[in-house]
């Protein structure tokens, strides 16, 4: 993979995008507690931000499975630079907190259709005995970047402002277009071994000709049935469904409590969450590693219980050391059950049908996260971090037991796995 000058290009690009994406992490929320010095309010705008993201995941996949990935995933990049730029300008004028509610649910809706193309690119790139080394790669490089990155984003939101961090993940998506420019990705090849050709995908990642293509719905769906025919598969998205609900606004209410509980500052905040994400790196580095001992089932189930037991701890935690500890904890939970279950949706995935898949997925587990984030928001704001951090914590651990009742419990090897469900997409 280090000689792959595609992969390496690719990787380099998103990393540095990564380092930018930290600084919206930490820059937006605070921005808005800034100025309305609400909970709720930062939970209203993670909520509609999951909409819009849900929204645009129904038709991802298909522009996905249609269109040139890369050219997407430019485009998608450019949006967003032009888009965050927006509100360092407007704010020489004062607050505007309503352009935020403009704003990022746009940005988020782009970067929807970059994280389906993104996710599919890595089958264009890697061999797909590669696929869970790579995701290990990528992911433990954002994560790496985001350990830097909230603490520069702490200190800059502090020392000028958290304007000048948005200014910063602006410029970040400049540079992710411009190393994705200089990739090429491989072209697709079928099943019966030869690249597609003109009546099939588009090189160089797209994937459906001219000729094949029905109605938008229609091919989502298609990627909503072949995700549903998988037990596995099915059981992910339905559980994780749940888990999204009870953690989709837990970033808000971690810097609400670092800063309203815990008395900590802007810097406080970004030193937190960079920490933590030390976390995110030791799950990305023993993601693969665990899967290939424990088997899919053990792994998965064991993340997502080590998430429930790290939420638990965070609502009885009375200091900024333990908080940040947890949060690594929990964060390294989120990221082997994160690389676990996108590497098994890329290997068992047939490449034209692999962007409507990853959106499917993405669509019906992240519908309820929107919901949880204004819930869990406007609970904190009236009952505190305590309480509603318990309850989070049980419900994750109530997700990964249910998850030992179906068939996720009994999936092993990838291979395995690969074996039995491209069997059973080739007789559907």
């Known amino acids: 993979m280090w000689r792959d000058r595609d992969f390496g290009t690719y990787w380099i690009a998103q990393s540095l995008s990564a380092v930018g994406d930290s600084f919206a992490y930490i820059a937006m929320p605070l921005l808005v507690l800034q100025a309305t010095g609400s909970v709720a309010r930062m939970g209203l705008l993670t909520a509609v931000a999951g909409v819009a993201s849900v929204g645009a995941g129904v038709f991802g996949g298909v522009l996905v499975d249609r269109y040139d990935r890369r050219r997407l995933m430019i485009t998608a990049d450019l949006a967003r630079l032009v888009l965050y730029s927006l509100v360092p300008l407007a704010w020489l004028a ?213 998430c429930g037991l790290a939420i638990l701890g965070i609502g009885v935690a009375g200091t900024v050391p333990a908080v940040t500890a947890l949060t690594a904890v929990y964060l390294c939970g989120v990221s082997v059950g994160g690389i676990c279950s996108m590497s098994l949706r890329q290997e068992i995935t047939p490449d034209h049908l692999l962007g409507r898949v990853t959106s499917a997925f993405w669509s019906t587990h992240y519908s309820l996260g929107p919901a949880g984030a204004a819930v869990l928001t406007w609970a904190t704001g009236r009952y505190g971090v305590t309480p509603v951090a318990l309850v989070a914590g049980v419900g994750c651990l109530l997700v990964a037991i249910a998850g030992l009742c179906t068939p996720i419990r009994g999936a092993g090897s990838a291979a395995a796995v690969h074996e039995r469900e491209l069997q059973l997409a080739t007789e559907s």
């Open 94 to 306: 004062g607050p505007q907190v309503w352009l935020i509610f403009i704003v990022l649910p746009i940005c988020e809706a782009a970067g929807m259709v970059f994280q389906v193309a993104a996710v599919t690119a890595v089958r264009n790139l890697v061999d797909r005995d590669r696929i869970t080394e790579a995701n290990g790669r990528l992911q433990a490089t954002y994560a790496a970047a985001a350990v830097g990155g909230p603490l520069l984003a702490g200190v800059v939101s502090a020392r000028f402002g958290p304007t000048a961090a948005i200014a910063i993940n602006a410029a970040s998506f400049a540079l992710s277009a411009a190393g994705l420019w200089l990739v090429r990705l491989r072209q697709p090849v079928r099943s019966g071994g030869g690249p597609v050709g003109d009546g099939g995908a588009v090189a160089a990642g797209g994937a459906i000709g001219a000729a094949g293509r029905e109605r938008p719905l229609a091919e989502f769906l298609a990627g909503a049935r072949f995700l549903w025919r998988q037990p596995v598969l099915r059981s992910l998205t339905v559980l994780l469904s749940v888990f999204i609900f009870l953690t989709f606004g837990f970033t808000d209410v971690l810097i609400y409590h670092v800063k309203h509980d815990l008395g900590g500052s802007d810097g406080t905040v970004g030193t937190v969450l960079g920490l933590a994400a030390l976390g995110t790196i030791a799950g990305a580095l023993l993601a693969a590693p665990l899967r290939r001992r424990r088997g899919f089932g053990v792994t998965w189930v064991g993340a997502i219980s080590l």
